[in-house]
T-cell receptor, first 113, second 115 residues
Framework: NAGVTQTPKFQVLKTGQSMTLQCAQD?????MSWYRQDPGMGLRLIHY???????DQGEVPNGYNVSRSTTEDFPLRLLSAAPSQTSVYFC????????????FGQGTRLTVV | DQQVKQNSPSLSVQEGRISILNCDYT??????FLWYKKYPAEGPTFLIS?????DKNEDGRFTVFLNKSAKHLSLHIVPSQPGDSAVYFC??????????????FGQGTRLTINP
């Protein structure tokens, strides 16, 4: 039962570096999304996708890019990392329609120095 | 401005008693409300949800109440067990492109169940 798998679990970047956070799900879910969690705050939506080739911005999209070429994968790209992007990142997936349950990965803890 | 608020950062309850976690929201367009539970170093896991057209939903020891006029919901856990110790997030659902569910989270409440 893999569910939603995120890699890596931990990452340290220098300011200005780029990287891609990987997310894969094996439940054939239509919807996938990325959230970030900062201390004292709830999770905030970065980007989401409703299927291959279709993505949209969430509440905090600046500095991040996404694309979805397959149903299974939804990578999140940091183009030029900044200390403000230090956070824990969660990927989630869910069925389409009226489903209310989203399944989350274990998270990626990113530190930008 | 935060659309979903959990005003209690922490709550401590004795084992066997009732735990009540509260959540307030401002957007009348939310169509579902959900509670997620989170252990350290893990992702949130879904607990229970309620449609905006209902006022109560029950699942075992967990009951969620929705008061639309007050824009308030609460999660009741009865009886509380040590394994319930975790951070609880309230979330509200709004719709994006093609009806996609977009979750808006509160800040979380850390629940500690004392033996």
């Amino acid at each position: 039962n893999a569910g939603v798998t995120q890699t890596p679990k931990f990452q340290v970047l220098k300011t200005g570096q780029s990287m891609t956070l990987q997310c894969a799900q094996d439940m054939n879910h239509e919807y996938m999304s990325w959230y970030r969690q900062d201390p004292g705050m709830g999770l905030r939506l970065i980007h989401y996708s409703v299927g291959a080739g279709i993505t949209d911005q969430g509440e905090v999209p600046n500095g991040y890019n996404v694309s979805r070429s397959t149903t299974e994968d939804f990578p999140l790209r940091l183009l030029s990392a900044a200390p403000s992007q230090t956070s824990v990142y969660f990927c989630a997936s869910s069925y389409g329609g009226e489903s209310t349950e989203a399944f989350f990965g274990q998270g990626t803890r990113l530190t930008v120095v | 401005d935060q659309q979903v608020k959990q005003n209690s950062p922490s709550l401590s309850v004795q084992e066997g008693r009732i735990s009540i976690l509260n959540c307030d929201y401002t957007n009348s367009m939310f169509d579902y409300f959900l509670w997620y539970k989170k252990y350290p170093a893990e992702g949130p896991t879904f607990l229970i949800s309620i449609s905006s057209i209902k006022d109560k939903n029950e699942d075992g020891r967990f009951t969620v109440f929705l008061n639309k006029s007050a824009k308030h919901l609460s999660l009741h856990i009865v009886p509380s067990q040590p394994g319930d110790s975790a951070v609880y997030f309230c979330a509200a659902s709004e719709r994006g492109i093609q009806g996609a569910q977009k979750l808006v989270f509160g800040q979380g409440t850390r629940l500690t169940i004392n033996p």
